[in-house]
């Protein structure tokens, strides 16, 4: 077999990459070790920047989340029994966030994929990328218990954090900076009414605790919790009793609860791989870099990967000018190091560490009052929130 971009990963990295590249007239195939009902079924991000949503209209695949998705155009921060409201639109000049599932996302970018004969190979095992220092790289992976080699130009390695792609650069190469948190987030699905209209980030001293949606009637809700927490200890009651208890009373009187519908814990991982870059693999999304889900960066920052790489595989087909690919493990870093401080910082000043004491509470405190009563800071937390520009 043989295409222009070998793709490791069908994700969201990996599908709106091979999407824009189809609709710009660049071949490519795309290699996922999971079935399509597996990747589906990951319960992940639900807040989209506008950048993301702009890429997503102009790949062709933005008419549902346009009808379905919700704008918040602002969000509150809980502390001390008080709710305050970040004016997302009013302080950045009007901007503002979509609400709209990655489950959506992918399977939008699915239905595109399949309608314009992309082709994605599930189940592909042991894919491993090969020659990648020469002008000659090449796959190979397993499928049906047959070994099968996809010849390309280039690599892009949108395999997420425990790919294949970034652990194929040399160790000499690579460097990696990671920060592991102790506790995770225990997060559950439920098709109850949203508390609120708009997400609720609470700082409260039993821990941090997030309301976020997908849909009017579809909640989203996470608590701080040890990450390795035995997620059977968390029957829904003791969830819900837990939850309430971390937002101001108002709030936890309007709180509706109901069955569970998915419940998980994710760790909380800091984390950036530099380069972006060897010889002709490019990482993607979080094959390259994790953030804490605090600032909802994540899935925004392989959105803005793809855009770059897209961009770089284009001119260099197009064009013959490689100056983008060049260019673009410093390019992505630069927004992806912002984005690493900003959640990095969000993180810290949310969540109870169990170092910190009377004293790291306090200053917590402050924070959240200073920031909330500062047009000044609350005009740079909503610049980030709402996303740096590409
Ligand atoms: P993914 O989604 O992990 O996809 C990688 C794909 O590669 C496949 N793969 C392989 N395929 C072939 N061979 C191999 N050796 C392979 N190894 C892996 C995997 O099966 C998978 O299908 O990475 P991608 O595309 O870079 O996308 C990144 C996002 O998924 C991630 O950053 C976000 O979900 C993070 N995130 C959030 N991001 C936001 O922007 N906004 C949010 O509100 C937000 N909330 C969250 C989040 C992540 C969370 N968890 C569970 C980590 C909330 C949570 C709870
Ligand atoms: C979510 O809805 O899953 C979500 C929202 C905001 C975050 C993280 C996750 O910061």
Not at 141 to 163: S, V
Not at 375 to 381: R, V
Request: net charge negative; glycine share 10%.
């Amino acid at each position: 077999m043989k295409t222009q971009v070998g793709i490791i990963g069908g994700g969201p990295a990996g599908l709106l990459l091979s999407q824009i590249l189809h609709l710009q007239g660049v071949e490519s195939v795309i290699l996922e070790r999971q079935s399509r009902d597996y990747v589906l079924g990951r319960i992940r991000a639900g807040v989209l920047e506008q950048g993301l949503t702009d890429m997503l209209r102009d790949a062709q695949v933005g008419a549902r989340m346009d009808r379905e998705g919700l704008i918040h155009d602002g969000f509150h921060l809980a502390f001390g029994g008080r709710l305050k409201r970040i004016d997302l639109e009013g302080l950045t000049g009007g901007k503002t966030v979509m609400v709209y599932g990655q489950t959506e996302v992918t399977r939008d970018l699915y239905e595109a994929r399949d309608a314009m004969g992309g082709t994605i190979i599930h189940e592909a095992a042991e894919v491993k990328p090969h020659d990648i220092e020469t002008d000659a790289p090449y796959l190979t992976f397993e499928k049906d218990g047959m070994t099968e080699r996809l010849d390309c130009d280039f690599i892009a390695a949108c395999d997420g954090f425990h790919g294949v792609g970034r652990k194929s650069i040399p160790a000499n190469v690579l460097k990696t900076y990671e920060r592991v948190y102790t506790f995770g987030w225990l997060g559950v699905l439920s098709r109850t009414k949203p508390v609120d209209d708009e997400l609720i980030y609470a700082n409260h001293e039993r821990g941090f605790a997030l309301c976020s949606m997908r849909s009017n009637t579809l909640s989203r809700y996470y608590i701080q919790a040890p990450v390795d927490e035995d997620i059977n200890a968390w029957p829904d009651d003791r969830f819900w009793d837990e939850l309430k208890a971390r937002l101001p009373g108002d709030a936890a009187a309007r709180l509706e609860t109901g069955p569970s519908i998915e419940k998980s814990i994710a760790p909380l991982r800091s984390f950036v791989a530099e380069p972006m870059r060897h010889g002709r693999m490019f990482l993607a999304g979080d094959a390259a870099h994790i953030v804490p889900p605090t600032g909802a960066k994540g899935l925004n920052l392989a959105a803005s990967d793809v855009y770059y790489l897209s961009r770089a595989l284009v001119t260099q087909y197009g064009d013959a000018d490689e100056s983008g690919l060049l260019g673009y493990s410093e390019k992505a870093l630069s927004r992806v190091w912002k984005a690493e401080r900003f959640s990095w910082s969000m993180t810290m000043m949310m969540h109870k560490f169990p170092e910190q004491g009377e004293f790291g509470a306090k200053m917590q405190e402050a924070e959240l009052d200073y920031l909330t009563s500062s047009k000044a800071a609350m005009t740079a937390m909503a610049e980030n929130y709402v996303g740096l520009p590409y």
